[in-house]
């Protein structure tokens, strides 16, 4: 009586799936046997106390800008990265940056001019071109 009701609890069968394809076994037991081990830690560099870092002389130069540049930075002799940087507040007051790719200008009359006539321009192609502005 007992098998009977294990008998009548079981659901009925369902058909057999097809069995997945194997991979070979020496493959898995290959990278089974290297294990990786876990790299040394590195000591962090100790800090230079008082030794402030220097700004490249070359680059704080003051340059004159070009009247074509002068529009958007200021006539007055200024260093690169201080040109660098006006630019940038320039392109962001006036939302010239592309929405959907972060890395283009889009170039407003005055840009256009100090790009050489092109509507839009990479960040990194953008010093080359006004590198060219600045004596």
Known sequence: MAT????????AKKPAK????????????????????AAPKKKAAPKK????RKPNAAFM?????????AAVVGSMPI?????????WDYIKKN???????RRLINADDKLKQV???????SMFEMTKLVSNHLK
Request: no cysteine; aromatic share 2%.
């Open 61 to 69: 130069k003051a340059m004159t800008p070009s009247a074509v540049l």
């Open 79 to 87: 260093p690169r990265t201080e040109v660098t940087k006006k630019i």
């Open 18 to 37: 097809k069995p997945a394809a194997k991979k070979p076994a020496a493959k898995k037991a290959a990278k089974k046997a290297a294990p990786k081990k």
């Open 49 to 52: 106390s008082g030794a402030k």
């Open 95 to 101: 939302k010239l940056q592309d929405s959907i790719n």
């Open 115 to 121: 790009f050489g006539g092109k509507k839009q321009v």
């Open 4 to 11: 009977a009701k294990k008998a009548a609890k079981k659901p």
